[in-house]
């Protein structure tokens, strides 16, 4: 199998269907955002913690659930999709790591560590992403549950690096108005 095909050369590009879309579509907008934030996951691992690392690459595969759920126009029950225990699991996590920290009671400046400003870095990406999915629901529909998950990625994101920073003993920075 080749790498390049040449199929994408005009602008267009295949679903999970195989209809063809312009590569500036909502749906393939939302998609590549998605393939952002999942590769910004890889860029931040590993991180030196096990426990964080192995939530990324859970992570990582639930990414590439919802962007084949966004590649699909019309999904049957068996198809990979985003489900209501996906967006549970998320809120555990989020619980779990949460545990650690003090209450947060001011916003805080991204950065701190390498891997925290990493995981900054793909909260703010994932925020982006998520701008891109509810633009693609608004024009085709996309399920509830997708964007629920990825709305709560971030808050799963920003969680995990603040307690990456404070794991590495950053203190976390206020900004000042």
Not at 45 to 58: A, H, I, N
């Amino acid at each position: 199998m080749t790498i390049y095909t040449g199929r994408g050369d005009e602008g267009k590009t295949d679903l999970r269907d195989m209809s063809r879309v312009s590569k500036a579509s909502h749906r393939i907008e939302a998609y590549g955002s998605v393939d952002e934030v999942n590769s910004l996951l890889g860029v931040v691992s590993p991180t030196g913690y096990e426990d964080v690392d192995e939530t990324l690459r859970e992570l990582q595969n639930y990414l590439h659930v919802l962007q084949a759920e966004f590649a699909n126009p019309s999904p049957d029950e068996d198809d990979p999709q985003i489900r209501e225990e996906h967006v549970d699991w998320l809120e555990d996590v989020v619980d779990e790591f949460d545990a650690e920290l003090d209450p947060l009671e001011k916003f805080i400046l991204p950065g701190g560590s390498e891997p925290g400003a990493k995981l900054h870095h793909a909260r703010a990406v994932c925020r982006r992403a998520e701008r891109r999915a509810v633009s693609f629901a608004d024009e085709e529909g996309a399920s509830e549950s997708a964007l629920v998950f990825i709305n709560r990625l971030s808050d799963v994101l920003f969680t995990l690096a603040r307690v990456v920073n404070q794991r590495e003993g950053v203190p976390e920075e206020n900004p000042t108005y």
